[in-house]
């Protein structure tokens, strides 16, 4: 079950709205992808709580990708029992995943190694890049468990990336990546970014802006450009419509929060904001916002109806189609619609 650079790694933070959505790609986009998958950080629920949450309808809206990496990491406060836990989860409700860890991490390397039926994955920081001696410390690590990079998925995880510039990107990822040992012997080799903004909060209310992917023009123009004289091209992965330091913390009972769109377009997001939902109720906002994208100003943005079931939905709801009225909602047709763009602009790309 290996992949080359021509496929998509999508990090998905384990939520509701992402793994309806993981269900509702197309077959041809399934094709092309592996996501890696994050049980995010516990708040106030009991460990059991929190877990039967995350993997609720989890191994439904997976079945149909070959496997999946999922990683741990932001439960380790919880101790190496809960990382035992999720591991033993995945397994028991039949998911075809690879463990994710790190060659700094003490909770989840033995959980990880106890389940590695679909090999282990090793998921690179860029503290620990900056820090000095990677090669020697991912040899070390391989040594001490035993593990042959042939067996062994790494992620190269540049972290957040939305504070820099592209050529930025570029230099950092060529750095990062210098010092990685054996790039050809890896089972997947894998480089991931993302550039997403925190919040929306940069987007002034009842208005639009534009982010700009830098993540995915630093690999198609750093990486994918030179693709004949590397000793190996990493496969793309990013945050998707989601900043790696998520939302946990926010509880929409209590915080302001607006409706928004998060939409994928040509090298950039598209960010579309109205005000608060605490004013006007997100069922009439996303109608407006909506037809904005579809019918108004924005139309030259968007992909039609036609491109995935996430604008189908968009262009639903301009038509005045009832029921989308959740943020919730909202992140499951924004990461439908990134993940197939993804997908279709690595195909459109040359190759080899």
């Given at each position: 079950?290996s992949?080359?650079?021509?496929h998509?790694?999508p990090v ?12 509702l ?6 094709s ?31 079945s149909?990708?070959?496997?999946c990496?999922i990683?741990?990491?932001e ?12 591991f ?8 075809a ?17 106890a ?5 282990l994955?090793?998921?690179?920081r860029?503290d620990e890049f ?15 468990h035993?593990l ?15 504070d820099?510039v ?7 990822a ?10 050809t012997?890896?089972?997947?080799f ?18 639009h ?10 690999w ?8 004949t ?19 946990e ?7 302001p929060?607006?409706a928004s ?8 997001w598209?960010?579309?904001?109205g005000e608060?939902?605490?004013?006007t ?10 037809t904005q994208?579809?019918?108004?100003h924005?139309?030259?943005h ?7 079931a996430?604008?189908?939905?968009i262009?639903?709801v301009a038509?005045?189609?009832?029921g989308f ?9 924004g ?18």
């Amino acid at each position: 079950m290996s992949f080359g650079a021509h496929h998509y790694v999508p990090v998905l933070k384990v939520k509701r709205g992402e793994k309806r959505a993981l269900r509702l790609l197309s077959a041809s986009a399934h094709s092309g992808v592996t996501p890696l998958l994050e049980i995010v950080e516990r708040t106030a629920r009991t460990l059991d709580a929190h877990l039967d949450n995350a993997f609720k309808d989890l191994a439904e809206s997976v079945s149909r990708f070959g496997r999946c990496f999922i990683d741990s990491c932001e439960i380790a406060p919880d101790g190496a029992a809960a990382a035992a836990e999720v591991f033993q989860r995945a397994a028991t409700s039949g998911i075809a995943f690879t463990p994710v860890t790190g060659i700094s991490r003490t909770v989840d390397v033995g959980a990880a190694l106890a389940h590695r039926g679909l090999g282990l994955a090793l998921r690179l920081r860029r503290d620990e890049f900056e820090a000095g001696g990677l090669g020697a410390r991912v040899r070390g690590f391989m040594t001490l468990h035993g593990l042959a990079p042939e067996d062994t998925d790494l992620i190269v995880d540049l972290g957040a990336v939305d504070d820099m510039v592209t050529v930025g990107v570029e230099a950092l990822a060529g750095a990062f990546l210098a010092e990685v040992p054996d790039h050809t012997r890896w089972k997947t080799f894998t480089l991931s970014a993302c550039a997403f903004p925190p919040s929306m909060g940069g987007v002034e209310r009842r208005s639009h802006d534009f982010a700009e992917r830098v993540e995915w023009m630093a690999w198609r123009d750093g990486q994918h450009v030179r693709r004949t004289t590397l000793a190996r091209l990493p496969t793309f992965s990013d945050g998707v419509i989601q900043h790696p330091m998520g939302v946990e913390g926010f509880d929409p009972r209590t915080m302001p929060v607006s409706a928004s769109v998060r939409y994928t377009a040509v090298d950039r997001w598209l960010l579309i904001k109205g005000e608060s939902t605490r004013l006007t109720p997100p069922s009439i906002q996303f109608q407006s916002l909506a037809t904005q994208l579809v019918y108004g100003h924005l139309q030259p943005h968007y992909y039609g109806a036609t491109h995935c079931a996430g604008c189908a939905s968009i262009k639903a709801v301009a038509d005045g189609a009832t029921g989308f009225g959740s943020l919730e909602g909202w992140r499951r047709l924004g990461t439908i619609h990134h993940i197939t763009t993804v997908v279709q602009e690595l195909r459109a790309l040359p190759w080899p």
